[in-house]
């Protein structure tokens, strides 16, 4: 997304699988740009990305909510390029580590709940 997009919404995406760029940008699966402002990102389910599952550059005020992220053992939920942290509202998100010690378990009770529900 970018600029000023009051009222919208990015609600209940599976995104996975997203490989390392070969170019300069990050590879996120969400990636809410230049100036985003009053978005809700909710519901979404982002696993298997080679950065991190949401990425904010020079957004303002947004909300994130109830999100499932898996990450890999050193990649943050959420990045914060040149985006105040806390202008980000984050509500009741569920974030799983590579490393954590029932990841694997977490992962399929998430997907199989996801298949399920759709």
């Not at 202008?87 to 977490?106: H, R």
């Amino acid at each position: 997304m970018l600029g000023l997009q009051p009222g919208s919404r990015i609600v209940n995406n599976r995104i996975h699988d997203v490989d390392l760029n070969a170019g300069r940008a990050e590879s996120n699966g969400m990636f809410l740009d230049e100036g985003t402002t009053d978005v809700v990102v909710s519901g979404n389910l982002i696993y298997n990305i080679a950065k991190s599952p949401l990425r904010f550059h020079r957004a303002t005020t947004n909300v994130v909510e109830g999100n499932y992220l898996f990450c890999g053992v050193e990649t943050p939920p959420i990045r914060y390029n040149r985006t105040k942290e806390e202008d980000i509202q984050k509500i009741g998100n569920f974030v799983f580590q590579e490393n954590d010690p029932d990841f694997q378990e977490q992962f399929q009770k998430v997907i199989d709940g996801w298949e399920n529900d759709r």
